[in-house]
């Protein structure tokens, strides 16, 4: 295998477990937020805020996937 064939593997298994695993929390985090508004209608406020904060840092972890992908990429 040549070290450009390994080079792209490394890009695609990066963006792969990249985007995957923060799409799986992002649902996880959504459900468990409505499962819990459900329950408590009253504290939907709270419940939305710390949802929306814990969506942004699963968020942040795809883009720093991205952000290696493309070092990986453009970086000999």
């Known amino acids: 295998m040549s070290p450009e064939v390994a080079k792209i593997f490394a890009i695609a298994i990066v963006m792969a477990f ?3 695993v923060p799409a799986l929390s992002i649902g996880w985090i959504g459900s468990k937020g409505a499962d819990a508004i459900g329950r408590n209608p009253e504290a939907a406020p709270k419940v939305q ?3 929306i904060l814990a969506i942004a840092f699963a968020e942040a972890i ?3 996937a991205l952000v290696m992908a493309l ?5 000999e």
Do not use: E, H, N, P
């Open 18 to 20: 990249g985007t995957i």
């Open 71 to 75: 070092i990986l990429k453009f970086v």
């Open 49 to 51: 805020t710390a949802m």
């Open 62 to 64: 795809a883009i720093y």
